[in-house]
């Protein structure tokens, strides 16, 4: 069994400019989540995808966006990044079911710094 | 909308004290409430929540709803506990809206 990965592990970016971000959730895993962790932060809920539509969202503007594959992988995208963009952005895979969650498990997030 | 609070952004104690770590929550329904820990260097994980009722590695934490408390508790504390601890607030059982607190650093010392 595979755990969660993540890709880049880091990368910067010019504000202004596009950035994806990639996730390949744990094996048997059916729902992605993101999140975002400022510097002396806790994470904050992006948004969720469950068998490849958004199932959630936090309080984050139109250009952050996500897909998810059939394979249950996910990217998330973000358009016309700012400089409060930096930070690190994790995904947490989860089997989600019927009136059920199970555990999420997280990746290693990839740090991203807008300059 | 929910909120997570957690008091203390650095806590130290020392080996075999008891540990006590805080959190307070603004929600007016049934929240599933978590406790997350991230060792260096590692990724962040789940420590337990507290619809499972478990004590994990010596650690415990009940929810109170009259004071919308969910501290985190440990009679004896290692070294190895040493880490970050994040208190983690969901409305939904699909966890699509998961609300974290700002973390606590905890330090064992010798």
């Known amino acids: 069994e595979t755990g969660v990965t993540q890709s880049p592990t880091h990368l910067i970016k010019t504000r202004g400019q596009q950035v994806t971000l990639r996730c390949s959730s744990q094996s048997g895993h059916n729902t992605v989540s993101w999140y975002q962790q400022a510097l002396g932060q806790g994470p904050q809920f992006i948004f969720q995808y469950y068998r490849e539509e958004e199932n959630g969202r936090g309080n984050f503007p139109p250009r952050f966006s996500g897909l998810q594959f059939p394979n249950y992988s996910s990217e998330l995208n973000v358009n016309a990044l700012e400089l409060d963009d930096s930070a690190l952005y994790l995904c947490a895979s989860s089997l989600s079911g019927k009136r059920r969650s199970y555990e999420q498990y997280f990746g290693p997030g990839t740090r991203l710094t807008v300059t | 909308a929910q909120r997570v609070t957690q008091p203390e952004k650095l806590l130290s104690v020392f080996k075999g004290a008891p540990v006590e770590l805080k959190c307070n929550y603004s929600y007016s329904g049934s929240p599933e409430l978590f406790w997350y820990v991230q060792y260096s260097r590692q990724r962040l994980q789940l420590l337990l929540r507290?619809?499972s009722r478990e004590s994990i590695k010596g650690f415990t934490a009940d929810l109170n709803k009259g004071e919308t408390s969910f501290h985190l508790k440990k009679p004896f504390a290692q070294e190895e506990d040493s880490a970050m601890y994040y208190c983690?607030?969901?409305?939904?059982?699909?966890?699509?809206?998961?609300?974290f607190g700002a973390g606590t650093r905890l330090t064992v010392k010798p």
């Open positions: 983690a607030l969901s409305r939904s059982y699909n966890n699509n809206d998961m609300r």
């Open positions: 507290h619809i």
